[in-house]
């Protein structure tokens, strides 16, 4: 059978149904089957596994996880692309489409009903390059239970996601992430396997949920204000960004000093320099302060 991800076989689809891109939904088609067969492969999938995707497009990726997923549920917000779906995708029947707004859709009860005969859940998605982070958070904010995730996005957003501490991308977004899951950048895409080609160049990003998350801390949420606080302002130190942007900071710089002190921190350190242990021992000495 022959792959929708050409450029020929993608041409004819898209000229048969008349289909125009809309750059305000993050439209670029994947045209290389080499890159898909490395997305599935990163992926892992068997069988036995769920896959959810994001943005099916025309399907290009869809069938690939139809292909070797137990059961592939795609999401797609675009409806002019639901006739082309269900054409592209007539020879696979383990495929439903979801028109809906991933970011609105309550996909923890969606995989419920769906894979309820499935242990194993991926998601695997060319995301919508407007909106990545958001649907990342979403979809581990939402307490949906995948074993982990594969998804292409740009370069630029893939390096920070899994970047270390004390080089120029680690932020609150790393944390943020690596707090529930192991990420590596399985492989950089070239723009030239795109229709059309985007801007800027992507990447293949693999998230693995870690068993419980990577530190121990009092309160999930206070800790995610102490990290995007220390990150405020990136040139200022600790000290600075923590009483300029906690509630209160600066009357209560005393107790962020002695709060540094017993959690072994440098007031002089910048946020980029401490690792994801340290955030956690800071706001756990932070938290009795501000609550
Ligand atoms: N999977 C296809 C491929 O690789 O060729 C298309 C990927 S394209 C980068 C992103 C897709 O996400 C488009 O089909 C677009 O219509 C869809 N999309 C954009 N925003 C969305 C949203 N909020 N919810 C669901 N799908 C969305």
Avoid: C, W
């Amino acid at each position: 059978m022959k792959d929708i991800a050409t450029p020929t076989r993608t041409k004819e689809i898209l000229e048969k149904y008349g289909f125009s891109f809309k750059k305000s939904l993050g439209q670029n088609f994947l045209i290389d089957p080499n890159i898909l067969r490395r997305i599935t492969e990163t992926a892992e999938l068997t069988k036995e596994t769920g896959a959810i995707e994001i943005g099916p497009g025309i399907g290009a990726l869809t069938e690939h996880l139809a292909r070797t997923a137990g059961k592939v549920v795609a999401f797609e917000i675009d409806q002019r692309l639901l006739p082309v779906l269900s054409d592209t995708l007539s020879p696979y029947d383990n495929v439903k489409i979801i028109h809906e707004d991933i970011l609105k859709a309550d996909v923890a009860q969606i995989t419920e009903q769906e894979f309820s005969d499935f242990e194993q859940l991926m998601v695997v998605a060319n995301l919508p390059y407007y909106i990545t982070t958001p649907i990342i958070m979403k979809l581990l904010e939402d307490k949906v239970p995948f074993k982990g995730m594969v998804v292409m996005l740009q370069k630029e957003v893939a390096d920070r996601i899994s970047a270390k501490p004390g080089t120029k991308d680690y932020g609150s977004l790393s944390i943020a992430i690596q707090y529930y899951m192991e990420a590596t950048t399985a492989f950089i895409v070239p723009k030239t396997v795109f229709m059309p080609q985007p801007n800027v160049d992507s990447a293949i990003i693999k998230l693995l949920r870690r068993e419980r998350p990577a530190v121990e801390v009092t309160n999930e949420e206070f800790f995610f204000t102490v990290t995007r606080a220390s990150f405020a302002q990136r040139r200022k130190t600790i000290l600075n960004n923590l009483t300029n942007q906690l509630p209160a900071g600066k009357e209560k710089k005393e107790q962020i000093l002695e709060a540094l002190q017993q959690a072994e921190i440098e007031p002089s350190r910048r946020g980029e320099s401490l690792s994801l242990e340290e955030f956690a021992r800071l706001a756990n000495a932070l938290y009795p302060v501000f609550n």
